[in-house]
């Protein structure tokens, strides 16, 4: 069997007998029947993935990857060993270099499809929350065991008996079969995708107005402050005044950290708090603005606010890597991503408006 017809087979075997494995699993477990997965039917491509990808493993350590790590570790044995020592050792390494690759292999696949259908798709397909040793929700060290597990009866049961099956069958109607499965799946998928997005397009309308609601409840507080109201007698970046690039910095920054589900809260604050300063820095000031501003700043606010180590390190730290220590926290980040974000637009907004300007300028004195 060449080696496409035996990947298109493998693959489309193995998401099937994923399936009605996770059916009985979950189902026994839930004392009902349960369709897992994002697909409405009857696979799960995350074990067809996986069995490609121990396939490969598999062949390689056939060709005698492992011989040579084995042949060293045998020769370096202290003290020296026979041949029934040389036996056992070289067994034990060869389980354990197996054991540890499939770990990486199946957890890391398990990894990546947990955290990308939950930030790509909102799904959560699987939950390992009350999981010891868990990461993310997506893996925990009780599975990635039973994944190893799994692997080792693949390689020693699955694989050969799938091998045995397939070259019982004619070629060219096991490949037919395969490539229709996966398209099966591959429709499966547009369409569960299709209902996502139109999902997330009817939601995000009134995500949108309640994101704007509770960022303005945020915010409210502070800009009652005369401290910072006085913000918007500066110009800044050219076209802006300073509190209004502070307000685009706060809610960009409201937005990643909520999206990255950090402290949205601080991130908003923050943002809004980092150009306190009450100069016109192109004119007055003192020396090396860009480096010493950021504790001006924090000193304004901390006169003005109540302020959490967070927030401290935003208004303290966004003006990185002028400030040669790199923020604290991811919140700190968001804001200086977004701080430089918002200044680079504004200077570009400046300059189109400005082009624009001189254009219809030109085209007046002509005429």
């Given at each position: ?6 990947a ?25 029947l ?21 396939t490969?493993?598999?062949?390689h ?10 042949a ?24 354990l270099?197996k054991?540890?690759?499939?770990f990486?292999?199946?957890t ?7 955290l ?10 699987w ?5 010891v040793?868990?990461?993310g929700n997506?893996v925990?060290?009780k ?7 799994l ?27 395969g490539l229709?499965?996966?398209l ?16 997330r397009?009817?939601?995000?309308v009134?995500?949108?107005e ?5 960022f ?7 800009l ?6 006085r913000?918007a ?33 601080s ?43 967070r927030?401290?390190?935003?208004i303290?730290?966004?003006m990185?890597p ?19 974000y ?14 624009r ?7 007046q004195?002509?005429?």
């Amino acid at each position: 069997m060449s080696e496409l017809p035996l990947a298109v087979y493998l693959f489309a075997l193995f998401s099937l007998v994923g399936w009605v494995l996770e059916v009985c699993f979950r189902s026994a477990r839930q004392k009902k029947l349960v369709n897992p997965g994002f697909l409405a039917g009857p696979y799960l491509p995350l074990y067809g993935a996986s069995v490609l990808a121990l396939t490969c493993c598999i062949i390689h350590l056939n060709k005698g990857l492992l011989e040579p790590f084995v042949a060293d570790l045998i020769d370096n044995a202290m003290p020296p060993v026979g041949d029934w020592g040389r036996l056992l050792i070289a067994a034990g390494a060869l389980i354990l270099s197996k054991a540890v690759l499939y770990f990486f292999v199946t957890t890391g696949m398990e990894l990546v499809t947990g955290l990308a259908s939950r930030r790509l798709l909102n799904r959560q397909l699987w939950d390992y929350s009350g999981e010891v040793f868990c990461i993310g929700n997506s893996v925990c060290l009780k599975f990635s065991c039973l994944w190893v597990a799994l692997a080792f009866f693949y390689e020693y049961v699955a694989f050969p008996a799938a091998l045995s099956l397939g070259r019982s069958l004619d070629p060219v109607l096991l490949l037919a079969l395969g490539l229709g499965v996966c398209l099966a799946m591959f429709f499966d998928f547009c369409l569960q995708a299709n209902k996502v997005v139109k999902t997330r397009r009817i939601l995000s309308v009134a995500g949108t107005e309640e994101n704007h609601r509770e960022f303005s409840k945020i915010v409210r507080p502070l800009l009652e402050k005369e401290e910072l109201r006085r913000l918007a007698h500066f110009r800044h970046h050219w076209n802006k005044t300073r509190l209004d690039h502070s307000m685009d910095v706060a809610w960009l920054s409201y937005v990643i950290t909520k999206r990255l589900s950090r402290d949205y809260v601080s991130a908003a604050r923050g943002g809004l708090l980092h150009d306190l300063f009450h100069y016109d820095w192109a004119t007055e000031g003192p020396r090396l603005h860009g480096l010493r501003h950021p504790r001006i700043c924090l000193g304004n606010a901390e006169k003005i606010v109540d302020l959490n180590s967070r927030e401290r390190d935003i208004i303290k730290k966004h003006m990185w890597p002028l400030t040669i220590m790199p923020p604290r926290y991811p919140e700190a980040w968001c804001v200086c991503l977004a701080d430089t974000y918002c200044g680079v637009r504004d200077y570009l907004d400046a300059a189109r408006r400005l082009r624009r300007t001189s254009n219809e300028g030109c085209v007046q004195s002509r005429l």
